[in-house]
Nanobody, 130 residues
Framework: QVKLVESGGGSVQAGGSLRLSCAVSGFTSNSLCMGWFRQAPGKDREGVAFIDNKGLTTYSDSAKGRFTVSQDNAENILYLYLQMNNLKPEDTAMYYC??????????????????????WGNGTLVTISA
């Protein structure tokens, strides 16, 4: 059974940094693409950053230059990270990680953010105060 568990959310002041983590277990595919999404209150879910099995990455316009996505693996667990710097109040949202097999980072970015991933975590809350 595939399981995704996010961590690292919290409350920081504008200009601060956070590093989100997502531990992925139970996967069988060798061609996974992983991504970070966020959903602010009253807004639609949006893709933030993606990384595929070749290490190619893509970002939303709001994340470019401030966020960095990376991945690692150890003992059959995949780890997805999102380093977020220079955080702004508009970054406040629930952040989710998701995985999908057999697509590139760009293809994953272009999918519907609500249905484009095969599996999702439960989210971690990020709150940025002015």
């Amino acid at each position: 059974q595939v399981k995704l568990v996010e961590s690292g959310g919290g409350s920081v002041q504008a200009g601060g940094s956070l590093r989100l983590s997502c531990a992925v277990s139970g996967f069988t595919s060798n061609s996974l693409c992983m991504g970070w999404f966020r959903q602010a209150p009253g807004k639609d879910r949006e893709g933030v950053a993606f990384i595929d099995n070749k290490g190619l990455t893509t970002y939303s316009d709001s994340a470019k230059g401030r966020f960095t996505v990376s991945q690692d693996n150890a003992e059959n667990i995949l780890y997805l990270y999102l380093q977020m710097n220079n955080l702004k109040p508009e970054d406040t949202a629930m952040y989710y990680c998701g995985i999908v097999a057999g697509v590139t980072a760009i293809q994953a970015r272009d999918r519907d953010p609500d249905y484009g991933m095969d599996h999702w975590g439960n989210g971690t809350l990020v709150t940025i105060s002015a």
